[in-house]
């Protein structure tokens, strides 16, 4: 399959690429979607709708700058895309003033890469915000993110 998208142009994906969000994400209709990343192992991946190519989320492995990540989730919350290991994702603001990077700890992306199925949620910790500003975490790791240090 072929989708027209706002930053990528022209992408090829599967179907059994798509990720399955039943719920959508809080604030949008999109149910369908694939994760467009140049590596696995990337710091920063793209949540895109396969229904429009306007939207896309940039998310971020927050895990591999905040080790100490740890979303206390209702375990009810995650019945519905249980079923193998599950892979959280923060949605990221990447501004032009790159110091004004935020990330969404409150609300992580969580996915089901097995049955391709995914949901957001809300974190329990109130230790976590929805505006985390990351940047000055980011410039601790190796340069080969691609935000520089």
Do not use: C
Not at 3 to 19: M, N, Q
Not at 88 to 108: C, F, G, I, S, T
Request: proline share 5%; aromatic share 10%.
């Amino acid at each position: 399959m072929q989708l027209t998208t706002k930053h990528f142009g022209e992408v090829e994906y599967e179907a059994r690429d798509i990720i399955v969000f039943e719920e959508s994400l809080p604030g949008f209709t999109d149910t369908r979607f694939i994760l467009l990343a140049d590596n696995p192992e990337d710091l920063f991946h793209w949540l895109q709708s396969t229904e429009d190519g306007e939207l896309a989320f940039v998310l971020m492995d927050v895990k591999q700058v905040k080790p100490d990540y740890a979303p206390k989730i209702d375990p009810e919350a995650l019945e519905s895309i249980e079923g193998g290991a599950l892979v959280y994702y923060n949605v990221a603001v990447v501004p032009e003033d790159l110091q004004e990077m935020r990330v969404n700890l409150k609300a992580p992306i969580i996915i089901n890469k097995a049955r391709r199925l995914g949901k957001q949620v809300i974190a329990e910790n109130e230790e976590y915000g929805v505006r985390h500003y990351i940047f000055q975490e980011i410039q601790k790791l190796p340069d080969s993110i691609g935000i520089g240090g």
